[in-house]
C-alpha cells in the first residue's frame, strides 16, 4: 500500500492556513445564505420565504425550532419514502436510520451527497490536526479500522436506500480508497455484531494505523483481541504496533478514559475526539483530551445555540456564533445541506472558547436527572461515576441511572446506578464507589448538594454492580446491539423497570 501521508499533510498544511484567517460569524453567515438560497424553491423555503431572508435575525424569525417529531409530522411522513423537494432540492437518496437512544423512536434522518462531501471534509480536518500535532506521523501508510455497523442498505423506494450512516458512508467511499479501510465489505456488511466482532478480531491486520467508533464498543473489540492472543499482553500496542489514532465520539468519554489509557500503555496512539451526529459532522478535536472540539464553521452547517432551559419556552432565545457565551449549557441547533432547518438535535453543549470557536458535548436534553429537583445533566453524571470508579481502581465497562421514588419502605427518593466495572468490586468497594459518587456529585452540583443536605430531600444514591457483558446482554436483548446503538445513561419507566428485573 503507497503512503498517502505527504498528500495529506500537503491538505492539512493549506488547511490551517485558512483556518487561521477565518472569522466566525462572517463565515456561519455566509454558510446561512447559501443554504436558505439553494433550498429556496422547495416546499419548506417557499412556506418560510426563504427569498425574504437576508439575515441571521431574519432566518430565525422565519424559521421556528423543530424536533424531529416535528419535522417527519409535518414535512416527511407525508410523502416517505421518496422525499423530493420538501426540504432540499431534488430527491434524497439516503436516509439514516438512527433509534432515540431515550425514545427508542425510530428516525429517518436525510442524507445529501452534499451532506456526504461534507462528512469527507470534515474527517480530513480530523487528520490535519493529527498530523499538525505528530509532524513524523505515517497514518496513511496502513489500514484504518472502522468499527461501524452493518453497511447493508434497504431500498425503501427507487433510488432510496436506508440503513446505518457508517453503511452510507461505506457505501460512497471511492474505489481507490477501499483498500486502506477495514473490515472489507464481507465483514462489513454482517448484522450479527458478535460474529461480526469476532471475525474483525481474527482478521484485522496488525499495520492498523488509526481506530474509529463509539468507545463502549470498542472496548468490547480489544477485549476479543485478548481472547484471541492469551499469550500477549493486553495492550494495544501488542496487536497493533503502528497505531498512532484512536477517534471516538458519540457518547461521553469520561467514564471510559482510565480503560483506553490502559490498553493504549506503551503505545504512541492519541485519542481524538469527534462530535459526529447522523444529522452532521459538528466538530473536532484540535487540541489534548478535555480542551474543548473546534467547530467546523464553513463546512454546510449552520449552527444556533438555545439555553437549556429556554428549550420548552414559547419564544425561546437563539443565540449563534455571533453572540453565543462561552460556560453556558445550550441546546445545539443545526440548520444542514441535508435540508434540516431550526432543527433541536437533542444534545447539549458548552462553549470554551470563541476564537475559534471550541465546545464540550455536556449531554443530552433529554439526559438531564432531575427527579427530585437535582437538575443533573449527562456531564455531571459521567464525571461522577468516572471519578468513583477510579476512587477504587476499577474501570468502567458502561452504566445507567435512574430515579426510585418514594414508597413505604423508603419515604426517600434516590437515584440507582447500575454500573459495569472491571474488575467486578468487593462490598466495601461497592460502598466507597457510592460515598465517592455521592460526595462529587454534590461537589459539582449545587442543587444536588441542597437536596443531599441533612438527608431530607434525598437519599444516598444506591449502586447496583452487574457482571461483566450485562449490558451487552441487555442491548443484544432490545435489538440494539453495536454499531450506533448507545446504552442510554437516564432511564425511567419500561427501560428502568426492565432493568432492575435483571439485578
Avoid: C
Avoid at 161 to 172: T, V
Avoid at 235 to 242: G, T
Avoid at 325 to 351: H, K, P, Q, S
Wanted: cysteine-free; glycine content about 10%.
Amino acid at each position: 500500500m503507497r503512503d498517502a501521508t505527504p498528500l495529506v499533510r500537503l491538505y492539512g498544511w493549506n488547511r490551517r492556513r485558512r483556518l487561521v484567517k477565518q472569522d466566525a460569524a462572517a463565515t456561519q453567515e455566509r454558510q446561512l445564505h447559501r443554504l436558505s438560497h439553494r433550498a429556496r424553491d422547495t416546499r419548506f423555503g417557499r412556506a418560510h420565504d426563504f427569498r425574504s431572508i437576508d439575515s441571521v435575525a431574519a432566518y430565525q424569525s422565519a424559521v421556528p425550532l423543530r424536533r424531529y417529531e416535528d419535522l417527519w409530522r409535518e414535512w416527511f411522513r407525508p410523502v416517505f419514502p421518496a422525499i423530493d423537494n420538501v426540504t432540499w432540492p431534488g430527491s434524497i437518496g439516503h436516509l439514516a436510520v438512527s433509534s432515540g437512544t431515550s425514545s427508542g423512536t425510530t428516525k429517518w434522518i436525510p442524507v445529501t451527497s452534499e451532506m456526504m462531501r461534507s462528512n469527507t471534509r470534515a474527517a480530513l480536518d480530523g487528520l490535519t490536526w493529527h498530523l499538525a500535532a505528530n509532524p513524523q506521523s505515517r497514518i496513511f501508510g496502513g489500514p484504518s479500522l472502522v468499527l461501524g455497523g452493518s453497511t447493508g442498505l434497504v431500498e425503501r423506494a427507487p433510488g432510496v436506500r436506508s440503513g446505518d450512516l457508517s453503511g452510507i458512508a461505506a457505501s460512497q467511499v471511492p474505489f481507490w480508497a477501499q483498500s486502506r479501510y477495514f473490515p472489507p465489505p464481507d465483514l462489513a456488511l454482517l448484522e450479527n455484531w458478535d460474529e461480526k466482532l469476532d471475525r474483525i478480531a481474527r482478521a484485522a491486520p496488525n499495520d492498523i494505523r488509526s481506530i474509529g467508533g463509539t468507545p463502549s464498543w470498542l472496548l468490547i473489540l480489544f477485549d476479543r483481541l485478548a481472547q484471541l492472543h492469551p499469550d500477549r499482553p493486553r495492550r494495544l500496542a501488542s496487536y497493533f504496533p503502528k497505531l498512532e489514532m484512536i477517534v471516538h465520539g458519540g457518547v461521553g468519554f469520561a467514564p471510559y478514559r482510565s480503560a483506553f489509557e490502559r490498553w493504549l500503555d506503551g503505545s504512541r496512539a492519541e485519542t481524538r475526539e469527534v462530535y459526529a451526529a447522523s444529522e452532521g459532522f459538528i466538530a473536532v478535536a484540535d487540541r489534548g483530551p478535555g480542551e474543548g472540539m473546534r467547530l467546523i464553521l464553513d463546512n454546510g452547517l449552520f449552527f444556533e445555540f438555545v439555553p437549556v432551559e429556554e428549550l420548552g419556552s414559547a419564544s425561546p432565545i437563539r443565540h449563534w456564533i455571533g453572540n453565543a457565551e462561552t460556560g453556558v449549557d445550550y441546546a445545539i441547533v443545526l440548520t444542514t445541506n441535508a435540508g434540516l432547518f431550526g432543527y433541536v438535535i437533542g444534545d447539549t453543549v458548552r462553549l470554551v472558547d470563541r476564537d475559534p470557536p471550541r465546545l464540550l458535548v455536556t449531554g443530552r436534553t433529554s439526559y438531564s436527572l432531575s427527579a427530585f429537583g437535582e437538575h443533573l445533566i449527562g456531564e455531571e453524571l459521567e464525571g461522577g461515576v468516572a471519578a468513583a470508579a477510579q476512587a477504587i481502581g476499577a474501570i468502567v465497562a458502561d452504566f445507567s441511572v435512574g430515579a426510585l421514588y418514594p414508597d413505604d419502605r423508603h419515604p426517600l427518593g434516590r437515584h440507582l446506578f447500575i454500573v459495569e466495572l472491571d474488575p467486578p468490586p468487593s462490598p466495601e468497594a461497592l460502598a466507597r464507589f457510592a460515598r465517592t459518587l455521592d460526595a462529587d456529585l454534590a461537589a459539582r452540583n449545587e442543587d444536588y448538594a441542597a437536596h443531599r443536605a441533612g438527608g431530607h430531600g434525598m437519599d444516598a444514591p444506591e449502586v447496583a454492580a452487574v457482571p461483566r457483558g450485562f449490558f451487552a446482554d441487555w442491548m443484544r436483548e432490545r435489538g440494539k446491539l453495536g454499531g450506533q446503538n448507545k446504552v442510554p445513561r437516564v432511564v425511567s419507566g419500561e427501560l428502568l423497570d426492565d432493568l432492575r428485573r435483571r439485578l
